[in-house]
């Protein structure tokens, strides 16, 4: 199996993944302060949207390198 036929596969896993969650979140640390021995943190929950018409066009990238055959050189 070729290393492209390979990233077809994941691309068409990942476009399918981004169609069905349409958005993730993460945390990220902003601040940190310690007074003696009172540690306090600061964490920021974020989002990010993925927007539909790029994970259809990633799957269709997927689906287009799995189709098309390889150049020869």
Known sequence: MGVIRIIGI???IAGAAALSYKQF???KK???ADFGDVHLSLK???QVAIPTWLGGAVVV????LLVVPPRKS
């Open 10 to 12: 994941v691309l068409i």
């Open 25 to 27: 979140s993460y945390t």
């Open 30 to 32: 902003t601040h940190n």
């Open 44 to 46: 920021e929950k974020e």
């Open 61 to 64: 990238l997927g689906i287009v």
